[in-house]
């Protein structure tokens, strides 16, 4: 299984930004897909997951109201269109998704359910 995000790099406060991720692997179902991200000096942290068929969706208190997470289930894609940053967005943000059935997605904001992360990319807001 390979996790391909893109979309990070700099923006400025108040602005958007979309990341996208795209999920491969051969045989392979993609069951829910998240977004965690981690700030440095702290620990990895929850931001958004949509379950498989992208009829449930889950957001961190802090991406309420300014994040929406998107998937295409035909590409096996993630995405999170985030509006109005703020400094306190600036953080590496990875994707994440479940290859295994039957886990419940009301655990989606624990990372230790995702069996797959993407490398990363690096969202840095500027005030």
């Known amino acids: 299984v390979q996790l391909q995000a893109s979309g990070g790099g700099l923006v400025q406060a108040g602005g958007s930004q979309r990341l996208s991720c795209e999920a491969s692997?051969?045989?392979?179902?993609?069951?829910?897909m998240g977004w965690f991200r981690q700030a440095p000096g702290k620990e990895r942290e929850f931001v958004a997951a949509?379950?498989?068929?992208?009829?449930?969706?889950d957001y961190a208190d802090s991406a309420k109201g300014r994040f929406a997470i998107s998937r295409d289930i035909i590409m096996n894609t993630v995405h999170l269109q985030m509006s109005n940053l703020k400094p306190e967005d600036t953080a590496v943000y990875y994707c994440?998704?479940?290859?295994?059935?039957?886990?419940?997605?009301?655990?989606?904001?624990?990372?230790?359910?995702?069996?797959?992360w993407g490398q990363g990319t690096q969202v840095t807001v500027s005030s």
């Open positions: 949509i379950s498989w068929g992208g009829s449930r969706t």
């Open positions: 994440a998704v479940q290859t295994t059935y039957g886990l419940d997605f009301n655990r989606a904001e624990d990372p230790t359910v995702f069996d797959n």
């Open positions: 692997g051969r045989g392979v179902t993609f069951y829910t």
